[in-house]
Nanobody
């Protein structure tokens, strides 16, 4: 059973940075792993993920600002978020899936396991 626990959310001003962490338990070798977000009234969207081949994929609006990484020794997935904008405000979720289509790796329906989320609020 895969369990995911996010942390690191908070409130920052525009232009600031945050690093989210996702503590992973269970067998997830070569799983698709990544970060999603959901703002009020909007659908959950993929932000940054690793596909089954370990390739990082990013949503267009976060390219150059967000970086996904992982520390296998600590069983932790990270999302470094720089140059934050008010439109980045959302609940951020960690997700995992044994298989995901590489062309749909940023789609929430490709993922089976979810964390409880951590709130990120960016003020202008």
């Amino acid at each position: 059973q895969v369990q995911l626990v996010e942390s690191g959310g908070g409130s920052v001003q525009a232009g600031g940075s945050l690093r989210l962490s996702c503590a992973v338990s269970g067998y997830t070798y070569s799983y698709c792993m990544g970060w999603f977000r959901q703002a009020p009234g909007k659908e959950r969207e993929g932000v940054a993920v690793y596909d089954n081949d370990g390739n990082a994929r990013y949503e267009e609006s976060v390219k150059g600002r967000f970086t996904i990484s992982q520390d296998n020794a600590k069983n932790t997935l990270y999302l470094q978020m720089n140059s934050l904008k008010p439109e980045d405000t959302a609940m951020y979720y960690c997700a995992a899936s044994k298989y995901c289509n590489r062309y749909r790796a940023l789609k929430q329906y490709e993922y089976d396991y979810w964390g409880q989320g951590t709130q990120v609020t960016v003020s202008s």
